[in-house]
């Protein structure tokens, strides 16, 4: 405003001299006052083609000026909207701060489609008191939106056995084990008893013990590896045993069953690895395990289920020996939190002793 109604520096400094007259730089900063501005008012009389300067000097050339800027700032003035005026012209009065630009929000309010004096409250729900007293015909509902999602509900939490389960498989793949496929629970007595050298007339494959199946009763056929050697080795004359003298039934080991144990994975995968060395000639030390489901034939109470899951592992290696198996069993349990000891009461054998405590708050009587 001051620059509008004043006047720009440039055509403030021309009017300082007359037409064709001639002064020191010197001489127009005293009567200028100070520096402040006079570079600025120089150079753009000059780019006016108002003056002419030397390094010492200020000369006026032009006999009438017109400051033009000034009549652009007073226009300005009356009409205030930049997007009136050129881009480069305001940024060029805004650069030399003969102006400043602001931007200023107006709102417009006017009525929507849903103005109310008062405001009602949208219901969600209709309700039968409502449906009952017929006040649902001067209620506003609210949109019905399909793609809403619903409320949370902390539901659908794993089984404690199986958040145990899954504890126990992390600690034995960091000890370095494999687990093995146990994905089938039907399995033939051949497997499940015969292969691991358990007699015919064990008392265990007894219908008070094992869940039999009637359909199918029987397997396709026996595994054409095996089937010799186990039946040589339960008859007897081989391997230097004496075995356990009677006739081995193929017939009997045929017969499909729930299996008892998972420890007819381990014999396959043996079995598979027995195979692989044969080819390759080079044997890999191997550790697998397993947990999985396996059924018998028990009565069930508060402690016996007809099924339950067993935890099995294997260590196939040279030099192995019960000291090794005694040092993995330890650490398992100390990666539970359990501290136990191995106790040597019969050879091969290790029970474990497990101790714990129980703490109970009762209820204190006055």
């Known amino acids: 405003a001051k620059a509008a109604n004043?006047?720009?520096?440039?055509?403030?400094?021309?009017?300082?001299?007359?037409?064709?007259?001639?002064?020191?730089?010197?001489?127009?900063?005293?009567?200028?006052?100070?520096?402040?501005?006079?570079?600025?008012?120089?150079?753009?009389?000059?780019?006016?083609?108002?003056?002419?300067?030397?390094?010492?000097?200020?000369?006026?050339?032009?006999?009438?000026?017109?400051?033009?800027?000034?009549?652009?700032?007073?226009?300005?003035?009356?009409?205030?909207?930049?997007?009136?005026?050129?881009?480069?012209?305001?940024?060029?009065?805004?650069?030399?701060?003969?102006?400043?630009?602001?931007?200023?929000?107006f709102y417009k309010v006017t009525k929507g489609p849903n103005f109310q004096p008062k405001r009602q409250a949208e219901i969600a729900d209709l309700t039968a008191e409502m449906l009952a007293k017929k006040t649902w015909e001067g209620v506003k509902f609210k949109k019905l939106n399909p793609l809403a999602k619903g409320k949370e509900l902390s539901t659908g939490?794993?089984?404690?056995?199986?958040?145990?389960?899954?504890?126990?498989?992390?600690?034995?793949?960091?000890?370095?084990?494999?687990?093995?496929?146990?994905?089938?629970?039907?399995?033939?007595?051949?497997?499940?008893?015969d292969a691991l050298f358990i007699p015919q007339q064990h008392p265990a494959r007894d219908m008070q013990d094992t869940f039999f199946l009637s359909e199918p009763e029987l397997c396709n056929s026996l595994n054409p590896d095996l089937k010799d050697n186990v039946k040589k080795a339960h008859e007897g004359n081989c391997y230097g045993s004496i075995g356990y003298r009677y006739n081995w039934e193929p017939e009997e080991a045929r017969k499909n069953i729930?299996?008892?144990?998972?420890?007819?994975?381990?014999?396959?995968?043996?079995?598979?690895?027995?195979?692989?060395?044969?080819?390759?000639?080079?044997?890999?030390?191997?550790?697998?395990?397993?947990?999985?489901?396996?059924?018998?034939?028990?009565?069930?109470?508060?402690?016996?289920?007809?099924?339950?899951?067993?935890?099995?592992?294997?260590?196939?290696?040279?030099?192995?020996?019960?000291?090794q198996l005694m040092g993995v069993i330890a650490e398992f349990f100390n990666r539970l939190g359990i501290t136990l000891s191995l106790i040597h009461i019969s050879e091969p054998t290790r029970p474990l002793y497990i101790s714990y405590a129980v703490f109970c708050l009762k209820k204190k009587k006055n």
């Not at 002064?23 to 000059?46: F, Y």
Request: glycine share 4%; charged share 30%; hydrophobic share 35%.
């Open 6 to 105: 004043e006047g720009t520096p440039e055509f403030k400094l021309i009017q300082l001299l007359k037409t064709g007259e001639e002064k020191t730089r010197e001489e127009m900063g005293k009567i200028w006052g100070s520096q402040d501005g006079l570079q600025i008012a120089i150079n753009k009389g000059m780019q006016s083609k108002w003056i002419v300067c030397t390094k010492t000097t200020i000369k006026r050339i032009a006999e009438e000026v017109k400051d033009e800027t000034a009549s652009k700032l007073k226009t300005m003035l009356a009409n205030k909207v930049p997007g009136d005026y050129d881009k480069k012209m305001l940024q060029d009065l805004k650069k030399r701060q003969l102006l400043s630009i602001k931007k200023i929000k």
């Open 157 to 193: 939490n794993f089984h404690p056995l199986f958040q145990l389960r899954d504890q126990f498989r992390s600690i034995l793949l960091e000890l370095g084990f494999e687990e093995m496929p146990t994905d089938f629970y039907v399995d033939s007595s051949f497997w499940n008893f």
């Open 258 to 323: 729930m299996r008892t144990h998972t420890t007819p994975c381990s014999a396959r995968m043996l079995l598979a690895l027995s195979k692989e060395i044969a080819k390759t000639k080079v044997f890999t030390p191997k550790k697998y395990f397993s947990i999985d489901k396996v059924f018998r034939n028990e009565a069930t109470d508060a402690t016996h289920l007809y099924e339950f899951h067993q935890v099995e592992g294997l260590i196939a290696d040279t030099k192995v020996s019960l000291k």
